[in-house]
């Protein structure tokens, strides 16, 4: 038996095969889960071919965490499937480009409020959708994505700003919902060459400061490490862990300039 077996997991941003996300709906298959996927728009055609790849092709259901419709129908879209749920992975993420690559003091403000709502407030909008599905007596688990957010990195401008509020945005449902017996946690990965990756001006930056600083060699083509970091946390492993970061970078936030 797995780490998950018998549990029931949400995973979002599932977009390529390269992606943390899909890595880890697969070690959660692999671990015991059942899993079910979401996308929209265009990415969602491309998502319903990425789950054959999958141990066990997933249900894939339309989200775009931005509109009221799509949240208010999640709690019966996945029952559809699945009875509750134990977990879920928020893995979305995005800026529009006149918010990235060194604009920082010209970028408008329709464009950070964009940054923020689908990158942080998302964390709080899909949380209330699903939280229906989960049961008291066996709490859930919602596991996030972040890059670390203690420090301003070259080109990464407001979406950094964004990742500081998602892990804000984490530590206070922590508060507000620990009652209720649901854990969040976000998972700090390095430099992954992801889609997401790609539209960040200026990514070798990054490769350069974690080949330069990391005290475990980094592999940016590996996303499985993040990966397996976040099924644990979804797993009975963390029973007491809320409100944490977890970070999977090789070190590097551990070291100084």
Do not use: C
Not at 12 to 38: K, P
Not at 84 to 99: Q, R
Not at 123 to 147: D, N, Q, Y
């Amino acid at each position: 038996m797995g780490i998950l077996a018998g549990k029931k997991i949400l995973v979002t941003g599932v977009l390529t095969d390269s992606s943390i996300a899909f890595h880890i709906a697969r070690i959660a298959q692999e671990e015991g889960a059942e899993v079910i996927l979401t996308s929209f728009g265009r990415a969602l055609s491309i998502t319903n071919r990425i789950t054959a790849r999958l141990p066990h092709p997933a249900p894939v259901i339309e989200l775009d965490v931005t509109s009221v419709e799509h949240l208010d129908a999640l709690a019966d879209r996945v029952k559809e499937h699945f009875p509750h749920l134990d977990g879920v992975v928020h893995s979305i993420g995005f800026a529009p480009e006149a918010a990235l690559g060194g604009n920082f003091l010209n970028t408008v403000w329709e464009d950070v409020a964009t940054a923020v709502h689908v990158s942080a407030y998302s964390l709080k909008s899909l949380t209330m959708a699903a939280r229906p599905l989960f049961t008291e007596s066996t709490g859930a688990s919602v596991v996030g994505l972040t890059f670390d957010a203690t420090v301003a990195w070259p080109k990464y401008d407001w979406m950094g700003v964004a990742k500081a509020a998602l892990e804000s945005t984490n530590r206070y449902l922590a508060r507000d919902l620990g009652k209720e017996n649901i854990r969040f946690n976000l998972v700090a990965a390095g430099p992954i060459r992801t889609m997401a990756a790609k539209s960040i001006p200026g990514f070798d930056e990054f490769e350069s400061v974690w080949n330069a600083k990391a005290p475990l060699a980094w592999d940016v083509t590996d996303p499985v490490p993040a990966a397996q970091a976040a099924v644990a946390l979804l797993s009975g492993f963390f029973p007491k862990t809320t409100g944490e970061i977890i970070h999977v970078d090789g070190g590097v936030h551990a070291i100084g300039g």
